[in-house]
């Protein structure tokens, strides 16, 4: 029979190392999701960050969601707003600004830092005061988003912002945004590793009792 204190160590050395090949695990799994950057061929497989590979999809699910229609919507939706308050600028740009950042967000969270809405923003308001409103029926509100549209392509600017962006920038913006995240990941390795190395050390020592 193994003494108590024994027991208790066994079981300990068995937790510790499962805590740290749980937690060497899933720091592996977090820095696969962004390395390698550039597509690595291993025989016949090839291996490549899940972040990096999935760039291009990510931009086809952006240019759907920014159709020019629902780029319309969405510029309906601001212009609104701003002209229920009156049509100034300044007011004009930081709704549009929001409501772009909530459509982009819809993609992924992190969209809206890699897109420069504000700049798209500006670029709007500066249009619209160039409009000559007569009221703000939906009607007028639907030509003004309609010339918006068919003068700024904002699904192609924000595919073009994310094919050239630099795939360190991009892990540094996730880790910003999704920082507290991805360290639980991590931590979580060490704790369900943990986990299985206890039990693994007490059926350890029922077995061999």
């Not at 229609?69 to 701003?82: C, F, G, I, Q, S």
């Not at 229920?84 to 929001?98: A, F, P, Q, Y």
């Not at 939906?138 to 595919?159: F, P, V, Y």
């Not at 994310?162 to 910003?176: G, H, K, P, Q, T």
């Amino acid at each position: 029979m193994i003494a108590f204190p024994q027991q208790i160590l066994t079981i300990s050395m068995y937790a510790i190392a499962g805590a740290i090949i749980g937690y060497i695990t899933n720091v592996v799994a977090v820095k696969l999701l962004f390395h390698p950057q550039k597509p690595v061929r291993i025989g016949p497989f090839t291996l490549q960050g899940l972040i990096p590979a999935r760039i291009e999809d990510i931009g086809k699910r952006l240019a759907n969601i920014l159709s020019k229609d629902l780029t319309k919507k969405v510029l309906v939706e601001a212009l609104r707003e701003a002209l229920g308050k009156g049509l100034v600028r300044d007011l004009v740009e930081e709704n549009i600004d929001r409501k772009l950042r909530e459509t982009l967000a819809r993609v992924h969270p992190v969209i809206p830092a890699l897109i420069d809405t504000r700049g798209f923003a500006h670029q709007i308001a500066l249009i619209v005061e160039q409009v000559v409103v007569g009221g703000n029926s939906e009607q007028e509100l639907t030509h003004i988003a309609d010339q918006i549209a068919n003068r700024i392509d904002l699904a192609k600017h924000a595919r073009q912002a994310l094919e050239n962006i630099d795939s360190r920038e991009l892990e540094a913006m996730f880790r910003e945004i999704a920082g507290k995240e991805l360290r639980f990941v991590e931590i979580s390795g060490a704790l369900l590793g943990s986990l299985i190395g206890v039990i693994n050390g007490i059926l350890t020592l029922l077995l061999t009792a």
